[in-house]
């Protein structure tokens, strides 16, 4: 897919910067990388005359059994999901779930399947209780007690014991709208979903043969969503889901923007879709989650399952997505048939694999308006089976890029990867764009139509990690959308935290402003 909905309206600079309550409460969510000694293996060497450093992929068994977190950051949501066997409740944690179709309404979670690590283990238990169902409720809790205690509970109640820890949370909960799955009370916003079942494509292609697919060490499941609650007071307006979709990062050295860059092809697009990194929700620019009815302090609204007589011409903003989700971006670059680069901002990039590492981005082959259209980004990537992934952060030079580069088609500007104003370096997979702190080259092992997009199965052959990124200078993210309070939302306020160097965090113009 390609960047995230929406745009939170105008900010003043008080307003952006957030106040000290919501910065105080985000702080101990936020996630810094690298560690301490990240780069004094030596299988990290200089590259690019020590520009950047760079990590040849995949890793053995070995390196990953003695440790395998991420070898390289990338920016995922977290979330919470239950599930049921007929019998017993069900609770996990889950990194990168991820909307990867429109048409169907779908989305991706990835549960580890071999064990790699003392940290990477089988979820037997709530994979074997999902594939009984076929149902799972995609939850998001409120920063504070009640999120504690379920990240508390995940991590003293393991294997064999899964099936314990909905009640060990001692928080209530209901079943839910749609499913018997347990819905926590303290959630703000519920996914309610199924296995997608087989159907075909706007094309006729068979699609859903099975709900899953096996990647590496993962599995990948296939929801369809069926309904949606929202707590009543942000679908009505009264407080606002504030989401942070990029990395915050200082870099140290200047890249030097390319030259002659011609954005004049933007000014003939016909629909421009706006992009912030502070996004909220609701807001004046957003679509309002439409509810059909109330119950239990939440708004709801159910979905039919997908029939390809839903998807006809549809208008640009009717087939934004219905509610808010967290997603992450991607700086999808490729080259095309003839080897001119070109990069696509997705907001539906997302890790499905640890062993080997897999980054899987979402793009649209399903033709339905100027928002769905085909992608010359699916044609680079089919046409050469590399694409590269770099990490975008905040910074007026990659917002104005994504901006461009996720409104103008490489059919309408050619030269769209020198015209976003970044300065890139023409690498062996794919472009390198030197603006982001973290770029990884991918090779595709495997493509999954899923209606309107294909998940392309990108296998990492490389990592390359800027020589200013360190553990004095980390990249920082909070996985977790955050509920302002209701005087944070009457004034807009950003829930990113200060500066790690104690300087101000810098101000970004919104969309439109």
């Not at 990194?95 to 064990?115: D, H, Q």
């Not at 292609?205 to 949606?228: A, M, Q, T």
């Not at 490389?462 to 944070?488: F, G």
Request: glycine residues 6%; charged residues 20%; aromatic residues 10%.
């Amino acid at each position: 897919m390609a960047v995230p909905l929406g745009c939170p309206g105008n900010q003043s600079d008080q307003q952006a910067r957030g106040s000290g309550a919501v910065i105080n409460r985000v702080a101990k969510y936020i996630y810094p990388w690298p560690p301490p000694n990240a780069f004094s293996k030596p299988v990290w060497q200089d590259y690019l005359d020590g520009e950047y450093r760079q990590r040849e992929m995949p890793e053995s068994a070995e390196e990953v059994a003695a440790d395998s977190r991420w070898p390289a950051f990338f920016s995922q949501p977290i979330c919470l999901i239950t599930t049921t066997d007929g019998q017993q409740c069900y609770l996990e944690r889950e990194v990168g779930p991820c909307i990867v179709n429109r048409f169907p309404y779908v989305m991706t979670i990835s549960l580890c399947r071999k064990a790699l690590s003392e940290r990477h283990t089988p979820r037997v238990q709530f994979m074997e209780a999902l594939e009984k169902s076929g149902i799972a409720n995609v939850q998001f809790l409120p920063l504070g007690p009640p999120l504690d205690r379920c990240l508390d509970i995940l991590n003293t109640y393991p294997e064999g014991q899964v099936q314990k820890r909905v009640a060990a949370t001692g928080l209530p909960h209901r079943r839910a709208l749609s499913n018997a799955a347990p819905v926590f009370a303290d959630a703000f916003m519920v996914y309610e979903t199924h296995f997608c079942r087989p159907m075909e494509d706007l094309y006729g292609n068979k699609i859903y043969e099975k709900p899953y697919v096996d990647v590496g060490s993962h599995r990948v499941y296939f929801l369809e969503v069926n309904c949606i609650q929202l707590r009543q007071d942000i679908a009505d307006g009264r407080t606002q889901i504030a989401w942070n979709s990029l990395a915050e990062w200082t870099p140290r050295r200047p890249t030097v923007p390319s030259a002659d860059v011609d954005q004049s092809t933007i000014t003939r697009m016909g629909y421009i879709k706006p992009f912030t990194p502070y996004y909220k929700f609701p807001a004046s620019n957003t679509v309002a989650f439409e509810y059909e009815g109330n119950a239990d302090g939440m708004a709801y609204k159910h979905f039919e399952a997908f029939q390809r007589s839903h998807v006809e011409v549809i208008d640009n903003d009717k087939t934004r997505w219905p509610c808010f989700f967290p997603s992450s971006l991607g700086m999808i670059t490729s080259r095309s048939a003839a080897g001119k680069p070109n990069l696509m901002p997705c907001g539906s990039t997302t890790v499905i694999s640890r062993s080997p590492l897999v980054i899987s981005p979402a793009v649209t082959y399903g033709g339905i308006n100027d928002r769905y259209r085909s992608r010359y980004t699916l044609h680079n990537i089919r046409a050469h089976s590399r694409f590269g992934v770099g990490l975008a952060t905040v910074n007026e030079e990659m917002l104005a890029a994504i901006r461009y580069a996720g409104n103008v088609s490489a059919a309408d500007d050619p030269n769209k990867l020198r015209n976003t104003g970044l300065s890139f370096e023409d690498g062996d997979y794919s472009p390198i764009l030197r603006g982001c702190p973290i770029h990884f080259d991918c090779e595709v092992v495997g493509e999954v139509k899923l209606g309107t997009h294909s998940m392309f199965l990108g296998e990492v052959q490389r990592i390359l990690v800027r020589t200013d990124v360190s553990a004095e200078n980390p990249i920082t993210w909070n996985p977790w959308p955050v509920v302002l309070t209701d005087d944070a939302a009457d004034r807009g306020t950003s829930s990113r935290p200060e500066a790690t160097d104690g300087s101000r965090p810098r101000r970004v113009v919104a969309a439109g402003e």
